[in-house]
């Protein structure tokens, strides 16, 4: 069983590591030292309730009434178990009635990804070109407006 707590200093090690198992180009682990202290980051952690083990992690910021979504992963060997769904509906909840619109990049070859984020009605609205490193890849912005 999955639970979502808050990002805290004993889980940078474990993100880290799914980090740099996820991405091209991973967050250095000085972001991520900054973030429990960041008032602007929002970071939910999901953790396996029997061994305390980090499977995964969500983390943004929102400004105004607009929210972004920086980063969320979940390590390989908990993937397509419901572990990310599980972490964005908390992060809704969290957050209803506070945002109006939610944004986000994703590969434009991550169609996997892609298609996970249409499933909660977010929509691509524009391409940045060359907006990824290692590899150079352009990244789709995806918008998902909760009120108009």
């Known amino acids: 069983m999955i639970q979502i707590i808050p990002l805290s200093g004993e889980h940078i090690d474990s993100i880290c590591e799914i980090e740099n198992e996820s991405f091209g180009d991973p967050w250095s682990r000085g972001l991520f030292l900054d973030l429990p202290d960041n008032p602007f980051a929002v970071c939910f ?35 397509r178990r419901g572990y990310a769904s599980f972490l ?36 691509v609205i524009y391409t940045r070109k060359g907006y990824y490193t290692n590899p150079v890849e352009n990244a789709l912005v995806m918008r998902l407006a909760v009120r108009e």
């Open 45 to 79: 952690t999901a953790v396996d309730i029997e061994d305390t083990e980090v499977v995964g992690y969500l983390i943004g910021s929102g400004v105004d009434d607009e929210y972004s979504i920086y980063n969320i992963s979940i390590k390989q060997e908990y993937q």
């Open 88 to 123: 964005l509906d908390n992060m809704f909840k969290k957050h209803a009635g506070v945002y109006k619109d939610y944004f986000l990049e994703v590969r434009e070859s991550n169609i996997s990804a892609i298609k996970f984020y249409e499933k909660f009605d977010f929509k």
